[in-house]
Each structure stands twice: as structure tokens, then as C-alpha cells.
């Protein structure tokens, strides 16, 4: 048997030698993981069970498959009906042994102890081969009308419970399948309500600019670039008109579907309008709807060379998607050649697939901005064009919007002013009886310091007298029955300072002033 483990052993090696890499440590692997003596035990127990000489190798005995059906037929009878005996090709011994896997799983052995082809046929994977028989060995102690030798630990698992616990596994299996299907139509509906809503949302974006284009060309007296403009097209129609694709529209969400709807609300119709004026002022040409006009990228290239001549050498006309972005990429490089701002530089999709077209508006402004410092150019600029009247409609729209803004901003002021008013008049109000109360007590205390500084003066008034320093001072005493002393003096210079004398004594000073 050494013998035989070692040819088995051997067809393993040689397998390993024409690997390389991974393949050949996956092989590795496989080889450390044979087992000789499960190899024969494995071997022994299919003998005792057909009732024959032990097989001297498990890749030789077995690779035609016909051992296995033989063995699974004495396990259960009539399991495998029909097998090639006598095997002379390698597909028939192939599918010997794809009978045999199948009728493995039939007596519900696990998945991972079933074996592939292959792993056998071509020595892949021995190993798994062995514990194959280990797990059949193991299983064929709970299958009914057998009671031969045993292979392995031994088996308490009933077949019913067997069969209990696929059942419940398969219960478990179809509960989360249910689960997971649930929620993925619950994704399926939310988008499609996106969706729904979305298309909705640009059919009316499409349908306003078309209504501005159509009364922009109105109140310029231009034709019609289609027929009945009158009536008002259909939502087929009308995407169709501007090359969107129904089906190639996808729902946007989170972040994306924010920042669209911003962009949407933050756009200026009068601004359009605006830069609209002066495309068509700069370059004489038509210029209708900002999307539909500006996408093929002529006009922008036209306008380029109108500021600064042959600074766009090639423009191109085809109605080629692929030559249309390149008109646009043209315009955009010089842009940024004439110093424009590159905040302003809006992205080719933002006008060709009319991801963002206040982009587009903002470019087309902050490009009108710089020609004023170009020397090639010569006018007009953005701002001396007259404006093409805005509608009454959206003058009524911006008009509603700025009275709102007012409304809201005067009626914010009236309430800080309120609020600041009884603060104020809360505080002026404390402030102005604490100002009482301590007047008072002033007031009522200053009777006794008033007669005593009174009678100091008067005192020290009747003892001494006043002299003025001046070259024309008069001496004067005075009356000791009066409250005020009166000076007078004959000079109409200025006094700068006056003294009251006593004698030879000049220790005090006073300044009496009327």
C-alpha cells in the first residue's frame, strides 16, 4: 500500500511541477492536505462494500467512474439507472462521475464535500475526493435498508431531520430572498418616482425657455424656425427639440439633486436676456435661445474672433457632436487667454448637455467684463446695449420677488426697531427716576452748605480788601449789610487776575464773577 500512496502522492507532485505562482502554492497546499491513511480507509470501506478486493489506488480505481456508481447503487438501489460499464472514451468516464455527484446530492450531501469533475478526472484536487467518500461513508448511516460498515465518526442525524433542517434552511433562504426583493423594489419605486418627478421638473424648465425664445423672436419680429409655433408643442415634441433622450434620462439624488435645483432657482432671466443683446450686438447673429443657439459652439467662436481677431483659427460647422465640443473647448481656452476669471469658466457639459446653463450666462458676463480693458476691441460693451424688453410676465415674476424680499427685510427691521425701542425705553425710564432720586437728596441736604460757604465769604469779604493788579484797579470796600460784592473797573482792558489785600497780606486770592 506504501507503494500505492506514493503513486498517488506522485501524480500530485507532477501536477505541482507544471504550476508556477499562485497555481503551484495552491498546489502546494493541496499536497500538504493529503492524508495516506484516509486514503485508505476510504479504499478498504468501498471493498467491503461491494464486496471486493480492496482498490490499489484512488486515482486509477476511480477515474472511470464506474466504482462510484456501482458503490452508490449498492448504497441505494436503482439511484443511478444507467452508466457506462466499460468506459473507452473520456467523455463517457466524465459523465460516469457526473452521475455520481448528482446522486450525491440527491441523498443530500453538503455542497462543500461534493467534488468537481475534473478534481478527480484530472487529479486537480485528491483530497477533495477523499473527504467526498468520507462525507457518502458518514451519510450512509442514516439511509434506510442499509446496515453495512461505517466509514468515519458516526452519523446521529436522522434523515428527517435532515430533510427538517434543509427545509428550514430553504424557508430562511426564501424569507431573505423575499426581504431583499422588498426592499429592492422599494429602490425600484423611489426611483421612479425620482424619475417622474425630475422629467417633470424639465419638461417645464424646456417649456419656459422655449416660451422665452418664442417671445424674444416676437418682440424682434423674426420668423419662426418651425412650423405652427402658435401651438404649443407636445412633451415628445418638445425633447425632441432640444436633443434630450427619454430613455437615456436617470433619476439624481442626494448632493446632485440639490445642487441642480440651486442652480435652477439662482437663475437670472434678465441676465439671459443681457447676454443674449450682446452676443447678437457683437457678432450680428441671431441669437434666439441660449441653450439651442450656443450649443454647436459657432456663435461663441464667432464672438472670440469679434473681440480679438484669429484667436479661433478653425471653427467648425458640421453638426458633429465631436466638432461641436470642440468648438465650445475653443471658446473656453479663450477665455482664459483673455484673463477671464476661471470661477467663471463653465465645463463643456454645462452648456452641451444643458447641465447648467447660469454658468453659461455668467461666462458670457465676465467675458463682456474684460472687453473693457482689450485694446482690440472696440465695442459694444455688455453694458451699453439696450436691453431687449423682458416680458410683462417676467418683469412681474422679478417685480414679486423684490417685494417679498422687501416685505421680509422691512418686516425683520420693524421688529429689532420695536424690540430696541422698549429696551430703551425700559432703561431710560430707570436711568431717569434714579437721576430724580438722587437730585433730591442733593437738593434737600444743600440748604445747610449753601448758608455755611455764605457766611465764610461774607466774613473774609468784610475783613480784607480787593485789589486789582491793573495799572487803573480801584479800591473798593464792601458793605457789610449786602450778600454781593460789587467791583468796578475803569479800564476796559482785560483783567488777568485780581487780589484781595489786606495791609501788607497776599495770602488770598478770589475771583468774583457776575
Known amino acids: 500500500m506504501n507503494?500505492?500512496?506514493?503513486?498517488?502522492?506522485?501524480?500530485?507532485?507532477?501536477?505541482?511541477?507544471?504550476?508556477?505562482?499562485?497555481?503551484?502554492?495552491?498546489?502546494?497546499?493541496?499536497?500538504?492536505?493529503?492524508?495516506?491513511?484516509?486514503?485508505?480507509?476510504?479504499?478498504d470501506w468501498i471493498g467491503n462494500i461491494l464486496s471486493e478486493p480492496a482498490l490499489t489506488d484512488l486515482f486509477t480505481g476511480l477515474k472511470n467512474g464506474v466504482v462510484l456508481c456501482r458503490l452508490m447503487n449498492k448504497l441505494r438501489p436503482g439511484l443511478i439507472k444507467r452508466f457506462d460499464l466499460n468506459p473507452k472514451h473520456a467523455l463517457t468516464e466524465r459523465e460516469n462521475i457526473q452521475n455520481y455527484l448528482q446522486a450525491c446530492k440527491a441523498i443530500g450531501i453538503p455542497s462543500q464535500d461534493i467534488f468537481e469533475v475534473s478534481d478527480l478526472h484530472q487529479a486537480k484536487l485528491l483530497p477533495q475526493v477523499i473527504q467526498n467518500l468520507f462525507a457518502l461513508g458518514r451519510q450512509a448511516q442514516v439511509l434506510s435498508n442499509f446496515d453495512g460498515p461505517q466509514l468515519g465518526v458516526r452519523y446521529a442525524v436522522s434523515m428527517e431531520d435532515q430533510v427538517k433542517r434543509s427545509q428550514i434552511k430553504e424557508?430562511?433562504?426564501?424569507?431573505?430572498?423575499?426581504?431583499?426583493?422588498?426592499?429592492?423594489?422599494?429602490?425600484?419605486?423611489?426611483?421612479?418616482?425620482?424619475?417622474?418627478?425630475?422629467?417633470?421638473?424639465?419638461?417645464?424648465?424646456?417649456?419656459?425657455?422655449?416660451?422665452?425664445?418664442?417671445?424674444?423672436?416676437?418682440?424682434?419680429?423674426?420668423?419662426?424656425?418651425?412650423?405652427?409655433?402658435?401651438?404649443?408643442?407636445?412633451?415628445?415634441?418638445?425633447?425632441?427639440?432640444?436633443?434630450?433622450?427619454?430613455?437615456?434620462?436617470?433619476?439624481?439624488?442626494?448632493?446632485?439633486?440639490?445642487?441642480?435645483?440651486?442652480?435652477?432657482?439662482?437663475?437670472?432671466?434678465?441676465?439671459?436676456?443681457?447676454?443674449?443683446?450682446?452676443?447678437?450686438?457683437?457678432?450680428?447673429?441671431?441669437?434666439?435661445?441660449?441653450?439651442?443657439s450656443l450649443r454647436s459652439g459657432v456663435i461663441l467662436c464667432r464672438l472670440i474672433n469679434c473681440i480679438r481677431p484669429n484667436t479661433v483659427l478653425k471653427i467648425n460647422t458640421r453638426a458633429l457632436p465631436l466638432m461641436e465640443r470642440e468648438n465650445i473647448q475653443h471658446f473656453l481656452n479663450a477665455c482664459v487667454n483673455l484673463s477671464v476669471p476661471r470661477a467663471n469658466v463653465f465645463n463643456i457639459s454645462d452648456l452641451y448637455e444643458g447641465k447648467d446653463l447660469g454658468a453659461v450666462v455668467n461666462c458670457v458676463h465676465a467675458l463682456g467684463r474684460q472687453t473693457t480693458i482689450i485694446s482690440t476691441f472696440n465695442g459694444p460693451y455688455l453694458k451699453q446695449i439696450p436691453r431687449t424688453r423682458i416680458l410683462e410676465d417676467d418683469e412681474e415674476i422679478q417685480k414679486n420677488k423684490r417685494n417679498s424680499f422687501r416685505k421680509n427685510i422691512g418686516g425683520r427691521n420693524s421688529q429689532t426697531s420695536n424690540q430696541m425701542k422698549n429696551t430703551m425705553g425700559k432703561k431710560g425710564s430707570q436711568t431717569t427716576n434714579q437721576m430724580r432720586n438722587s437730585f433730591r437728596k442733593t437738593t434737600t441736604s444743600s440748604p445747610t452748605r449753601n448758608s455755611q460757604t455764605s457766611n465764610q465769604i461774607q466774613s473774609s469779604l468784610s475783613s480784607k480788601t480787593l485789589t486789582l493788579t491793573t495799572p487803573t484797579a480801584t479800591t473798593i470796600t464792601p458793605t457789610p449789610k449786602t450778600s454781593h460784592t460789587i467791583v468796578e473797573i475803569n479800564d476796559s482792558e482785560t483783567t488777568p487776575l485780581i487780589t484781595a489785600n489786606g495791609g501788607n497780606d497776599s495770602s488770598s486770592c478770589c475771583c468774583v464773577i457776575l
Open 171 to 292: 424557508e430562511e433562504k426564501n424569507e431573505q430572498m423575499k426581504r431583499f426583493r422588498a426592499t429592492e423594489d422599494s429602490k425600484v419605486q423611489r426611483r421612479d418616482f425620482l424619475l417622474a418627478k425630475q422629467k417633470s421638473d424639465l419638461l417645464i424648465l424646456k417649456r419656459e425657455e422655449w416660451e422665452r425664445a418664442k417671445r424674444r423672436r416676437k418682440n424682434l419680429g423674426r420668423p419662426a424656425p418651425i412650423d405652427k409655433e402658435d401651438v404649443a408643442p407636445t412633451d415628445q415634441e418638445l425633447l425632441k427639440y432640444y436633443n434630450i433622450d427619454e430613455d437615456a434620462l436617470q433619476a439624481v439624488y442626494g448632493m446632485d439633486a440639490e445642487v441642480q435645483q440651486k442652480n435652477r432657482l439662482k437663475y437670472d432671466i434678465q441676465a439671459e436676456e443681457e447676454a443674449l443683446d450682446w452676443i447678437e450686438a457683437v457678432t450680428k447673429e441671431k441669437v434666439d435661445d441660449i441653450y439651442k
Open 3 to 43: 507503494g500505492n500512496q506514493s503513486q498517488t502522492k506522485r501524480k500530485l507532485e507532477e501536477n505541482q511541477q507544471q504550476l508556477f505562482g499562485l497555481d503551484a502554492e495552491v498546489a502546494q497546499k493541496i499536497l500538504e492536505k493529503y492524508d495516506p491513511q484516509k486514503e485508505k480507509e476510504a479504499l
